[in-house]
């Protein structure tokens, strides 16, 4: 299909995004000019639009905005890199390498996404490129972590549990590299690579052509009874179907998504449909198929409703399943049974196939760096110093040591007790159960505190927790800064969504799965209501509750909100 006919398909004009990536000439615009620039530190918008397909977004320290202001000084330009490493699986090499270019190039942090992959904060424009190269040396990339193309692929990270995990993997890197875009731009502006106007060669975008996709595209794959990486958030989820110890397949889901906008019903989260079964060696053309129906179909004029979900919803799953048997040439069977248990970690040591032992840690909020009392970021590089296994990034933002040897492991031990790094299990469930996503003060779109005040709101939870004899118990808790839900909070038991500064919409009632929506119970709340709408709660759930039930469920069955079947009723 040309790139004119996808642009004129909607009646409606296309978004002034569509025109960038049209004149970009495959992701390059004037990337290269606007880098060299030395009068200020930030780019222009039309290409910053493109830097989000190169891995990074422009951004400025909010906390100093107003005294910048003051002093007639430009914001505090600086740029957020995000590094890709499907299924969160890194090497030590790789995680010393971000620990020297955060410290060398970024704020000196390093943050471990949602999507299992890395983010830093910080990088000034002049120190882009040597930034990238470093990534790009370690063999990491930053090409597609952001931008509308397919991002980090998710894969449940304990390939050392069974065999059937390491393969399960193995399809999660195969998607991410059939997906990647295939601009030649990435190596001519970070790496030097040789210039494809000055050569032969035709620049080629095979999946995506030269508009790209109308919005970015999410995959996951989880491997029951875990769904740690929410895989019905996904625009395309596969859950594992592992029959007689053998990885029979994937069941196919999708059309999930969290994004929406305060007070717009036309916008809302939703949880991907199941619509079939495929073979394991079916699953790269049924991605590729599907990437291109969006690539088709999705919505180029309103971007906000330009996301795989509102395809779906607007013209049926029926018609997505029978333009996917159409493009495909065959059929999907019909999906098979599975469960799922819960969407957190486990932590702490165990030992897995192979006799390879794996340590999850507890990250709060994905946040590595070094404070006073706690040295997570030195303990973190000096145990990369001696391990020989691999370090793997959780959806739920933690991290696991993973694959030491048994002769290692006391080494590893070791340097854990000496820098005091924690497995969590000091602290109530909640808090182990608890994400945010980053917020203030370098995300742009941020209406509230969410990283910076999670924690603190957690501490004045916990002695509730304990007044009910709650604190053992496994609550899932997020938090976002808005409603745009890069932590998933539409998937929590117990969530709070940014409305304003120290203002947030409270929602009740996600699965402990993550396999249910929740809704909106409480509107535009400070700290105090917060407090006291979890005191009664609590009580309530800590007195009633039956046996087993689950804070999420508990909270529809007492009446407290409504069942969300799907996105389209979250708002009702
Ligand atoms: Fe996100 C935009 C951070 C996972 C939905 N997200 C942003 C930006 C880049 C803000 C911006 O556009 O200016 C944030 C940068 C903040 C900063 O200072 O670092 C940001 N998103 C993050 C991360 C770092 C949150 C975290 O605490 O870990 C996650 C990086 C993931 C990665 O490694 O690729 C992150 N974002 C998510 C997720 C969760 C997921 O993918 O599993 C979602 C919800 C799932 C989904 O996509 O539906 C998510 N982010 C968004 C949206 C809303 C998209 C929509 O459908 O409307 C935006 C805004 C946008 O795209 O316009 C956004
Ligand atoms: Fe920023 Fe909103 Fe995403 Fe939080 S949810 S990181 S505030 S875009």
Not at 25 to 35: C, I, Q, T
Not at 77 to 87: K, N
Not at 308 to 325: N, P
Not at 429 to 448: D, E, F, H, I, Y
Request: charged share 25%.
């Amino acid at each position: 299909m040309s790139e004119n006919h996808l642009l004129s398909k909607n009646s409606a004009p296309h978004s002034d995004v569509e025109d960038i990536k049209i004149r970009s000439n495959y992701l390059r615009g004037k990337l290269e000019e606007v880098l060299e620039d030395r009068i200020t530190a930030s780019i222009p918008e039309d290409e910053n639009r493109l830097m989000k397909f190169h891995g990074s977004y422009m951004q400025d320290d909010r906390d100093l905005r107003n005294e910048r202001s003051k002093q007639k000084l430009e914001p505090a330009y600086q740029f957020m890199l995000r590094v890709r490493a499907p299924g969160g699986v890194v090497t030590p090499a790789q995680w010393l390498m971000m620990d020297r270019i955060s410290k060398a190039y970024g704020n000196g942090t390093i943050r471990l996404t949602t999507r299992q992959s890395f983010q830093l904060h910080g990088v000034l424009k002049w120190n882009m490129k040597k930034t990238i190269r470093e990534v790009h040396d370690s063999l990491l990339t930053t090409l597609a972590a952001c931008g509308d193309v397919n991002r980090n692929v998710m894969c449940n990270p304990n390939p050392h549990q069974s065999d059937v995990h390491a393969e399960v993997y193995h399809w999660a890197c195969r998607l991410s590299e059939h997906l990647e875009p295939q601009t030649k731009a990435y190596h001519e502006i970070w790496l030097d690579g040789e210039k494809v106007l000055d050569s032969q060669e035709a620049e080629q975008e095979p999946i995506y052509g030269k508009v790209y996709l109308p919005r970015k595209f999410k995959i996951g794959l989880a491997v029951p009874p875990s769904n740690d990486v929410d895989v019905f958030s996904q625009d395309l989820g596969l859950i594992a179907i592992v029959e007689n110890g053998k990885l029979a397949g994937f069941n196919v889901a999708v059309g999930g998504g969290m994004g929406m906008t305060h007070g717009d019903p036309l916008t809302y989260p939703q949880v991907a449909k199941v619509i079939g079964f495929c073979t394991p060696e079916q699953v790269i053309e049924i991605a590729e198929k599907t990437v291109t129906i969006q690539r088709d179909y999705g919505d180029r004029s309103v971007r906000k409703h330009a996301r795989f979900k509102y395809t779906i919803d607007d013209r049926g799953v029926e018609w997505f399943v029978s333009e996917l048997t159409s493009r495909l040439g065959w059929g999907l069977a019909e999906a098979r049974p599975y469960s799922f248990e819960d969407h957190g970690d486990r932590y702490g040591w165990v030992k897995g196939t192979g006799g390879k032992w794996h340590f999850t840690l507890f990250i709060e909020n994905g946040r590595i760096k070094d404070e006073q009392d706690y040295q997570l970021m030195t303990g973190l590089q000096a145990i990369a110093e001696i391990h020989t296994g691999d370090f793997r990034l959780t959806a739920n933002q933690n991290l696991i040591i993973a694959n030491v040897t048994t002769a290692k492991k006391k080494k590893i031990e070791a340097l854990i007790g000496e820098y005091g790094l924690t497995d969590g299990l000091r602290y109530s469930a909640l808090r182990r159960n608890s994400m945010a996503c980053v917020a203030l003060p370098t995300c742009g779109l941020a209406m509230a505190e969410s990283e910076r005040y999670l924690p603190e709101l957690l501490g004045k939870i916990e002695p509730l927790l304990a007044e009910n004899g709650l604190s053992e118990e496994n609550i899932v808790i997020r938090m976002t800064g808005c409603p745009n839900g890069c932590a998933r909070p539409a998937l929590a038991e117990l969530s709070f969504i940014g409305k304003g500064p120290g203002k947030y919409n409270m929602y009740l009632g996600g699965g402990f799965a993550g396999e249910r929506l929740n809704k909106l119970y409480k509107e535009n709340i400070g700290e105090g209501e917060i407090l006291d709408s979890l005191r009664v709660l609590l009580s309530h759930y800590a007195k009633d509750r039956n046996p087993e039930e689950h804070f999420g469920d508990f909270t529809i069955r007492a009446g407290y909100i409504q069942q969300v079947a799907s996105g389209q009723d979250f708002h009702a």
